[in-house]
């Protein structure tokens, strides 16, 4: 997503970091406020802590009362914490992160795994939409192809069944976002 089809110049442009404490969160947040974006997390911290943030902000010399970061600790299954988000922050798009990962944890708990990154994703979808919010970055996984036909993957590389619950929940979600957009071409996925 480019700021031009934003329609906005990158200093008056927020963008919600879902899980955005995390390893690969933390260093595209540094990222996005190096392009001079403003950034909102939204982190449950199942899966990091709040010194990561305080890294970020160390990092990049932000201050903790400066408007270009905000960290709000919350569930993006949490409708009304989202809604509040929304409201206070003036967000153009979202970068989804934000899920359970271990491939290993989600066969042993396969409803918490379907629960949390499909219910989650769906709940900050419709909060999203109803904040007139329609682009997003979903972090898939390469798990999506099941045993690959060949490697490397690519883009047009067909997919297959997963092979765990895990990866049963990254096709899931790209399949719900794909049929987001069929059914409203204003999302920009």
């Known amino acids: ?14 963008v919600l970091v879902a899980g955005g404490a995390g390893f ?21 911290l199942y899966n990091s802590k709040p010194e990561a943030v305080r ?13 270009r970061l905000s960290f709000v600790e919350a569930d993006i ?3 009304d914490a ?13 970068i989804l992160f934000a899920g359970y990962k271990a491939v290993g944890e989600s066969v042993r708990k396969p409803l918490e795994y379907y629960w949390n990154n499909i219910a989650g994703t769906l709940a900050l979808m419709d909060v999203a939409r109803s904040h007139g919010v329609k682009n997003v970055i979903f972090s898939s996984s ?16 067909p997919k297959h069944d997963a092979t ?9 979600i790209e399949q719900m976002l794909t049929d987001l957009y069929v059914g409203d071409d ?3 996925v």
């Open 142 to 157: 390469a798990t999506v192809y099941g045993e690959p036909d060949s490697v490397p993957l690519t883009e047009s590389s």
């Open 82 to 94: 989202m809604h509040q988000v929304f409201e206070q922050h003036d967000v153009d798009a979202i």
């Open 55 to 67: 890294r970020v902000r160390q990092i990049a010399g932000i201050a903790e009362d400066d408007p």
């Open 186 to 188: 204003e999302w920009n």
């Open 164 to 172: 765990n619950p895990y990866g049963w929940t990254k096709s899931m």
């Open 24 to 44: 690969i969160g933390t260093h595209t947040v540094l990222e996005l406020l190096d392009g001079g974006y403003n950034v909102v997390i939204v982190d449950n």
């Open 1 to 14: 997503m480019t700021n031009k089809q934003l329609g906005k110049a990158p200093s008056s442009t927020t």
């Open 77 to 79: 299954l949490d409708r």
